[in-house]
């Protein structure tokens, strides 16, 4: 009976840990299309905290290892749940699940990966069941074809079961125990980091949300002065761990950032503005789950070829997408490959000695997430100026890319749109497969 619910438990942490990104983040932009404060600022607040969470967590004095930030990022998810269906009879309550959703997104799938590690390193049973996996998702991707009305209550309530579920998977390892020296001492400047980039992308989620151009002007300033925090970080910050990432490696989780954010949010953004918000489910969440799901099983089959196979697949997901009839599967292909190569990081970051051995994975979520969201900025850029070109305003900008039915205007700037953010990213993965190639060479 033990093994049955270590088991069951197993299994939504590890649904949870592949969705909690994807899922939430689908449920409050729908709970946000009607384009009101009280609705927006559920989304903003989870994305927000999503994505720089890391930040936080690394900035404030505190003694946490990641089987502690694990179980509290599953504490904090299904609050985030229970708030998230009470905010359907109060929507204030709404907020407050994006803010505690938010946390778990960014913590859980982190912590999540540190403990797999010490799993099989200790040969600790963590096995999960495929049947209970398909049935659950299958339940998931109903609740997304109901109403709003239905979808909002099934979710939460599903989402609030997986997590308290999920807490029976920590049973068997409660003798996690990690030396002061594998520990991490706090760094403010991960603090103010935080502070930055949470006004920065809360500024850019909100204002594209709610249709306001000023907000939208101070992110645009807030930018430039967050590339001179930067550089004053990289000027002064001479000891802090990621200086101690080789230079490619640095490179790689970057890019790898900025693949998950043009995957996730651009390639979603381009679904909707291309093809229109009804065919989003088909277009692009589902072959974007199913590479994640099946990208496990992929990487075990290439074996010592890892990084090559998944650089390929990456780039030719690329070079697909680039071919509008090829979209969906050009998003099979990248999610897929991606997550391999994600999967691949994630080892290399956990054999890095000269990290300290808890934090290694939380050092690559830091330089992934400050890819990701330095590339976020940078299409949005690209975005605006785009529409500048054809004599449009920031305002037109946000209509096109919010309205549900696509026209010829949305296609346009989608498919241009396109060239130049796909075109980036093969541009970094040529440059990294050339450096490599001459370093191989010089050997």
Known sequence: MKQNIQLIGNTMLSI????????????FLNWGSSHTVIAVLPFVIFYTFRTTGIF??????????????????????FLGSIFGLL??????????????????????????NTIKHYRVENDIVGSKNIGITVLFLVLLGIVFMLSDKYSFVLF?????????????ALVNIKNYEVKAHDLEGYSYKYLVLFFVLFVLVFLLRSSRLLLNTLQFDYFVYGMFFLVLCVLILMAFSRNRPQRRVPGDLSYMTVLNGALGNYLFLFSSLYAAGY??????????????????????????????????????????????????????????????????????????????NELPRDKRIWVKYTIQSLGSIIHQFILMII??????????????FFVITSQKIPTVES???????????????????????????????EK
């Open 411 to 441: 296609r346009a700037l989608m498919t241009n749109w396109n060239g130049i953010a796909t075109g980036i990213l093969l541009i970094a993965l040529i440059i990294y497969g050339l450096g490599s190639t001459i370093r191989l060479k």
């Open 275 to 352: 093809y229109g918000h009804s065919q989003l489910i088909v277009k692009f969440y589902l072959p974007y789950v199913l590479g994640i799901m099946v990208a496990p099983k992929v990487g075990s089959l290439l074996k010592g070829k890892i990084k090559e196979f998944a650089l390929i697949g990456m780039t030719g997901g690329l070079i697909l997408l680039l071919f509008t009839p090829l979209f969906t599967i050009g998003i099979l292909i990248l999610s897929t490959f991606k997550s391999v190569f994600n999967g691949w990081l994630t080892d290399k970051y956990v054999s890095q």
């Open 87 to 112: 905010g359907v009879v109060f929507p204030d309550l709404e907020l407050v699940s994006g803010l505690f959703l938010g946390l778990s997104a960014a913590w859980l799938p982190m912590a999540n």
């Open 156 to 168: 939460f309530s599903i989402y609030g079961l997986m997590y308290f579920l999920s807490l029976s």
């Open 56 to 77: 936080f967590i690394r900035g404030i004095k505190t003694e946490l290892n990641s089987y502690t930030l694990l179980k509290l990022a599953i504490y904090c998810g």
């Open 383 to 396: 975005g605006s100026l785009l529409v500048f070109e054809n004599h449009s305003s920031i305002k037109n």
């Open 16 to 27: 949870i840990s592949s969705t909690v990104i994807v899922l939430p983040f689908m449920i």
